[in-house]
């Protein structure tokens, strides 16, 4: 066994943790955000969609890939059904 070790004394200190950091002008200092920063983020988003449907619209691209999905779904029940004529015996 090993000798005992000197028991030392410690004295406890209370550390307050920091205060919480918000963004200076988004957030009020309950941490809610501010009315400006909630209508920018909507405005912001509200761009970003209505430029997505605009270069949508003039890509044309989103029309092509939905034809193609109808082209190949139909090929597929047609297939499905010749397969079926071929095991019912027609």
């Known amino acids: 066994m090993s000798e005992p070790k000197e028991i030392v004394e ?3 200190v ?5 205060p ?3 963004p200076q002008f988004d957030y009020d200092e309950g941490g809610v955000p501010t009315f400006d ?5 909507i405005e912001g988003r509200t761009a970003t969609a209505a430029g997505a449907a605009e270069l949508d619209a003039v890509t044309g691209d989103s029309a092509d890939v939905e034809q193609q999905f109808a ?10 059904e010749a397969i079926r004529r071929s095991m ?3």
């Not at 209370?14 to 920091?18: K, L, Q, V």
């Not at 082209?71 to 499905?80: I, P, S």
């Open 10 to 12: 410690a004295e406890l």
């Open 14 to 18: 209370d550390i307050a943790p920091p």
């Open 20 to 22: 919480p950091v918000t």
């Open 37 to 41: 920063y909630v209508r920018d983020r």
């Open 71 to 80: 082209e190949r779904e139909q090929a597929g029940r047609d297939r499905l």
């Open 88 to 90: 019912r015996g027609e």
